[in-house]
């Protein structure tokens, strides 16, 4: 390769060569072509009139063997020889400039629109002068970008960027005597320093062209090397220098906001304190880290891990989080053997790419929240309805805990979450989930917990139809609440099933009561059974409806004398049986066996309402016979047997003490637990099941 030799003013003697693929020339020449034509080497050096790149392809230099192919391009793309290799500082794209591209977006550029840095006007101030500026800063916070902005500010330079590792003093050569605005852009200036790199003596001989010299750097590597007196040091402490800090200011998150890109607002809103400029760097190359399926083999808990937190903040937890917190989050997906908690915690805050876990370092100890790029990764997904399985809703409990957390003390916003838990569940809430209807109702007041509990109610909920129930009997509408109550009966409960009974009883009452008092006989004698039945006996009800025709209270109405012990109420149940009413005929048999001296027609009486089928004709039948003697055994037997084997505990009861009459002992005992499991008073009286003194045994069919 040719090399300069400097005089002591400066300037150029001659060009020396070396290598059986050069060519030397002596003293002051216009035009040197070194190397292997055949190869398309060409380089110019000595005072030059102008920047050329030589012959184009298919022309031959003057004197060149015409054997030989010539070419007119560097090995390398863009030399600096070659005038397309300068460009106007105006038409370099960021991507030439070193800027990376970030996701991309169907219809939009792979680099986002610029967002101005609060450091442009300061790089703008020392681009204005010569010599070498470097933007300073961490891996990813975007020097190449800014530096790419504020060279734009240079009107009417040209640029050139030299790859690593060139020779920096051809370009010192290339720009002698050729007086222009020139800008050399030293991307990753380290790069750069090799041997053949930049010092002291070439950047001063560059900068005394006017020659402006950018570059990029780390900061920490900066402030390391500038110190030290060797070359590269020495050249570094000549240079000015703009710090691109990481973490972007208000001013610059709100020109960010701004930005007609739909990249830009979610940058805006989940960048954090590791900034946009990595944010849109390395943003979606982590979400791809995090979710591609070599993660979840090598890390399944980690994975889990990372969702948990990218939830939260989906749930509207924007800060950090403790350690417990995460934890009880990420198992709400289940647990993974393969892999512990700590490990998995280890590895997700483990820092990538120099910047930043999976995970981020909140300001208290051991609190954690999800990388900004993450969410906003995962949300954009979901958005575009490309979501994989961890990118679905996450699990209801995730919402339960936080907002049981947030109540218990947390520093959680709970409002914040609560307005997204309304938002991520509306479809299912508009569906009308009944669980998910009363599990957000228990963490909700006023009016939206009462719509919510009466639509799960609705829906057949247990719980939340008891409680809509016993609002409206609070509210005086017990006529509403009988609905709600069935439900919950329904459902299971026993509690409602009562309640239910007693508003059905206390409702059937008034209703029954205004009918009659309106004159319906019907309803009078309804009523009058209803109050009977529960021990009010209030004969003027059955008067009135047989006064208003109505001949079937006739029973009831005898029925209630005998409890009366009236002798008119033999009267009124022969009226009753008259009409062919089984009730009347078997009430009127009970009657007169109570009062005795009518065995013969008693037992016609019992005959004839077994044979039409009542319910209690053929126990209360057998028990007559049995308390008289006037059946066979036979008979008693078949008659009580049959009727206890169905399940009734009162023929139970008269089966065994017949048995225990003829000496059946054992079979007598085993028909009174019998009678006793069917909660047979006197049989649970005489086992001593009852809190309550033996007394002497009933006689009678009617006790």
């Given at each position: 390769m040719g090399r300069e030799s400097d005089d002591e003013t400066g300037g150029k003697r001659s060009v020396e060569a070396s290598g059986n693929r050069s060519i030397a020339a002596g003293g002051t020449i216009g035009n040197a072509y070194t190397g292997n034509f055949s190869n398309g080497i060409v380089i110019q050096a000595g005072s030059i009139g102008h920047i050329s790149p030589g012959p184009s392809v298919g022309e031959r230099p003057a004197g060149a063997p015409e054997d030989r192919a010539t070419g007119a391009e560097?090995?390398?793309?863009?030399?600096?020889?070659?005038?397309?290799?300068?460009?106007?500082?105006?038409?370099?794209?960021?991507?030439?400039?070193?800027?990376?591209?970030?996701?991309?977006?169907?219809?939009?550029?792979?680099?986002?629109?610029?967002?101005?840095?609060?450091?442009?006007?300061?790089?703008?101030?020392?681009?204005?002068?010569?010599?070498?500026?470097?933007?300073?800063?961490?891996?990813?916070?975007?020097?190449?970008?800014?530096?790419?902005?504020?060279?734009?500010?240079?009107?009417?330079?040209?640029?050139?960027?030299?790859?690593?590792?060139?020779?920096?003093?051809?370009?010192?050569?290339?720009?002698?005597?050729?007086?222009?605005?020139?800008?050399?852009?030293?991307?990753?200036?380290?790069?750069?320093?090799?041997?053949?790199?930049?010092?002291?003596?070439?950047l001063g001989r560059l900068a005394g062209l006017g020659t402006v010299l950018l570059g990029t750097m780390r900061s920490e590597e900066y402030y390391r090397r500038r110190m030290m007196s060797d070359r590269v040091g020495l050249a570094l402490a000549k240079a000015r220098t703009v710090e691109v800090p990481r973490e972007w200011s208000d001013a610059e998150l709100d020109r960010l906001k701004d930005v007609d890109d739909p990249r830009a607002y979610p940058a805006y809103m989940w960048s954090g304190k590791e900034g946009a400029?990595?944010?849109?760097?390395?943003?979606?190359?982590?979400?791809?880290?995090?979710?591609?399926?070599?993660?979840?083999?090598?890390?399944?808990?980690?994975?889990?891990?990372?969702?948990?937190?990218?939830?939260?903040?989906?749930?509207?937890?924007?800060?950090?989080?403790?350690?417990?917190?995460?934890r009880q989050v990420q198992e709400q997906y289940g647990t993974e053997e393969r892999e512990s908690f700590e490990d998995a915690l280890a590895w997700a805050t483990t820092r990538m790419f120099g910047v930043s876990g999976l995970l981020v370092a909140g300001?208290?100890?051991?609190?954690?929240?999800?990388?900004?790029?993450?969410?906003?990764?995962?949300?954009?997904?979901?958005?575009?309805?490309?979501?994989?399985?961890?990118?679905?809703?996450?699990?209801?409990?995730?919402?339960?805990?936080?907002?049981?957390?947030?109540?218990?003390?947390?520093?959680?916003?709970?409002?914040?979450?609560?307005?997204?838990?309304?938002?991520?569940?509306?479809?299912?809430?508009?569906?009308?989930?009944?669980?998910?209807?009363?599990?957000?109702?228990?963490?909700?007041?006023?009016?939206e917990r009462a719509d919510l509990i009466r639509r799960a109610a609705e829906a057949g909920h247990r719980e939340a139809a008891e409680e809509w129930a016993a609002h409206l009997v609070d509210a005086g509408d017990e006529a509403a609440a009988i609905r709600y109550l069935e439900i919950a009966a329904q459902g299971g409960s026993v509690e409602a099933a009562r309640e239910a009974g007693r508003l059905h009883r206390e409702r059937a009452e008034a209703l029954l009561r205004t009918a009659a008092e309106a004159g319906d006989g019907a309803a009078a004698h309804e009523l009058g059974d209803l109050l009977l039945g529960s021990g009010r006996v209030e004969m003027r009800w059955f008067v009135r409806a047989i006064r208003a025709g109505h001949d079937e209270a006739?029973?009831?109405?005898?029925?209630?004398?005998?409890?009366?012990?009236?002798?008119?109420?033999?009267?009124?149940?022969?009226?009753?049986?008259?009409?062919?009413?089984?009730?009347?005929?078997?009430?009127?048999?009970?009657?007169?066996?109570?009062?005795?001296?009518?065995?013969?027609?008693?037992?016609?009486?019992?005959?004839?309402?077994?044979?039409?089928?009542?319910?209690?004709?053929?126990?209360?039948?057998?028990?007559?016979?049995?308390?008289?003697?006037?059946?066979?055994?036979?008979?008693?037997?078949?008659?009580?047997?049959?009727?206890?084997?169905?399940?009734?505990?009162?023929?139970?009861?008269?089966?065994?003490?017949?048995?225990?009459?003829?000496?059946?002992?054992?079979?007598?005992?085993?028909?009174?637990?019998?009678?006793?499991?069917?909660?047979?008073?006197?049989?649970m009286r005489d086992l001593g099941l009852l809190p309550v003194p033996s007394g002497d045994q009933p006689d009678t069919v009617d006790e």
């Open positions: 560097h090995d390398r793309h863009g030399s600096v020889l070659d005038p397309a290799a300068w460009q106007p500082v105006g038409e370099v794209q960021p991507l030439e400039f070193g800027v990376g591209p970030t996701r991309r977006i169907p219809g939009q550029p792979e680099v986002p629109p610029y967002v101005p840095r609060d450091c442009d006007g300061a790089l703008r101030a020392e681009l204005a002068h010569s010599g070498l500026v470097l933007v300073l800063g961490e891996r990813y916070v975007g020097k190449s970008y800014t530096a790419w902005h504020g060279v734009r500010s240079l009107e009417g330079y040209r640029m050139y960027a030299p790859d690593p590792g060139e020779d920096l003093r051809e370009v010192l050569a290339a720009l002698k005597g050729e007086p222009g605005k020139y800008v050399i852009w030293l991307d990753e200036l380290t790069d750069h320093l090799g041997e053949d790199g930049l010092d002291r003596r070439l400029a990595s944010y849109f760097a390395i943003g979606h190359i982590m979400y791809d880290e995090w979710r591609r399926p070599g993660t979840k083999l090598e890390h399944p808990r980690g994975q889990l891990l990372v969702r948990a937190a990218v939830d939260l903040a989906r749930c509207g937890v924007k800060g950090a989080v403790p350690t417990e917190l995460l300001e208290e100890h051991r609190t954690w929240r999800a990388y900004g790029a993450l969410v906003a990764e995962a949300e954009a997904l979901r958005a575009e309805d490309l979501r994989a399985e961890d990118l679905e809703p996450m699990p209801d409990g995730v919402w339960w805990l936080l907002l049981d957390a947030a109540e218990g003390g947390a520093r959680i916003d709970r409002e914040a979450v609560l307005d997204a838990a309304r938002a991520a569940l509306r479809p299912r809430i508009e569906a009308g989930e009944p669980d998910l209807l009363v599990a957000l109702a228990e963490r909700v007041g006023g009016e006739a029973t009831s109405l005898g029925r209630a004398l005998y409890y009366r012990r009236s002798k008119d109420a033999e009267t009124w149940l022969r009226r009753g049986a008259a009409l062919g009413d089984a009730h009347a005929v078997h009430a009127l048999a009970v009657y007169l066996h109570s009062v005795g001296g009518h065995d013969e027609e008693v037992e016609r009486l019992f005959r004839e309402v077994k044979e039409a089928g009542h319910p209690a004709g053929a126990r209360h039948l057998g028990a007559f016979l049995h308390n008289t003697g006037n059946g066979t055994s036979e008979e008693v037997h078949e008659l009580l047997h049959e009727e206890a084997a169905h399940g009734s505990g009162d023929a139970a009861y008269w089966l065994a003490r017949y048995l225990r009459g003829r000496g059946h002992t054992e079979e007598a005992d085993q028909w009174l637990h019998k009678a006793a499991d069917m909660d047979h008073y006197y049989a």
